[in-house]
């Protein structure tokens, strides 16, 4: 199998040729962490516009974080998917398969997881970005929320997904998460702050 498609290694077209093609890796998981990386870049955008001060500074930096975490998730993500479909390869007949198929899936579901946990370390970084953020630029904090949301819920697919028909509480806190940020997208958008964006 070709090396996997590092998003932290090559350009952003060169990322999205890997996960055209027909391969179990990267798959949705790593494409919903690095919609994270993008709200989080997002978010670093509009700090950066923003006045330096110890607050700001402080949510600047764990931005930064975040995004680099979540391009982690994703190599992550895609190597989980990778030992997924090696796992479901084994013949029927091998003894150890159903073990091998069961440590992926517990694999996988924790990288899930842990996607859905460096999308929360984002969420107040973002919501301060919305509330003390640089007028100009408030429309991309709300594209930041929309970003963040829809990460998490296809994070949530694959919670589900991994963890058959009892998924725990996960994919509910999950969910849980993403309408919250869905009320802070729609917090941004009713400002009467003009936000001609940048571009």
């Known amino acids: 199998m070709p090396p996997l498609p590092d ?10 040729d890997g996960l055209a093609r027909p391969v179990p890796a990267p798959g949705g998981g790593a494409a919903a962490a690095a919609v994270l990386a993008h709200a989080a870049a997002l ?4 700090l950066g516009y923003t006045a330096p001060g110890p607050e700001r500074d402080a949510h ?11 391009l982690v998730d994703a190599a992550d993500d895609a190597a989980a998917s ?33 996607i ?17 953020g640089e007028p100009r630029v408030r429309a991309d904090a709300e594209v930041a929320a929309v ?9 949530t697919v694959n919670i589900r997904g991994n963890a058959g028909a009892d998924p725990g509480p996960a994919a509910t806190l999950a969910l849980c998460f993403a309408a919250r940020l869905d009320a802070l997208a729609a917090g941004v958008g009713r400002t009467d702050t003009p936000r001609p964006g940048t571009g």
Not at 43 to 46: G, Q, R, Y
Not at 60 to 70: F, G, I, N
Not at 87 to 104: E, K, L, Q, T
Not at 116 to 132: C, D, I, Q, Y
């Open 7 to 16: 998003p932290a290694g090559h350009t952003l077209g060169s990322w999205l």
């Open 43 to 46: 978010v670093e955008m509009v």
């Open 60 to 70: 600047l930096a764990e931005a930064s974080a975040v995004r680099a975490a979540a």
């Open 82 to 114: 990778a030992g997924l479909a090696a796992a479901f390869r084994r013949p029927s007949h091998d003894p150890g398969r159903a073990d091998a198929v069961a440590a992926a899936l517990t694999a996988a579901s924790g990288c899930s997881i842990r």
């Open 116 to 132: 859905v946990e460096t999308a929360r370390r984002l969420e107040p970084a973002l919501a301060w970005s919305a509330r003390h």
């Open 147 to 155: 970003l963040l949301a829809a990460a998490v819920r296809a994070t």
